[in-house]
Nanobody, 118 residues
Framework: QVTLAESGGALVQPGGSLRLSCKAS????????MGWYRQGPENQRELVAS???????TYDGSVKGRFIISRDNAKNTVYLQMNTLKTEDTAVYYC????????????WGLGTQVTVFS
């Protein structure tokens, strides 16, 4: 059984920082591209950042320069370091795992809430 378990969501003031973690089990983690998506109260789910199985990161323009995605294959964990948080970063953040070599193979976590308030 595949599980993606997110943690690290919290209430934080604008300008603050948080680090999200997503620990995967039930997959060969090193083979998967990992991503962080978010969904605000009135928005569709959107890709925030992703990191390939070869450690190449990509970022949405709204977070580039503020967020850093990284992975630790030994711990089956992907991280999202979020700095200089803004109120518009408020959302549920979801972890995603995709096996690029086999289209359609992907998994989702249940999400963790990040609320940025002043």
């Amino acid at each position: 059984q595949v599980t993606l378990a997110e943690s690290g969501g919290a209430l934080v003031q604008p300008g603050g920082s948080l680090r999200l973690s997503c620990k995967a089990s039930g997959i060969t983690f090193s083979r998967y591209s990992m991503g962080w998506y978010r969904q605000g109260p009135e928005n569709q789910r959107e890709l925030v950042a992703s990191i390939s199985n070869t450690d190449a990161p990509t970022y949405d323009g709204s977070v580039k320069g503020r967020f850093i995605i990284s992975r630790d294959n030994a711990k089956n964990t992907v991280y999202l370091q979020m700095n200089t948080l803004k109120t518009e970063d408020t959302a549920v953040y979801y972890c995603n795992a995709q096996l690029k070599s086999v289209p359609g193979i992907e998994y989702w976590g249940l999400g963790t809430q990040v609320t940025v308030f002043s």
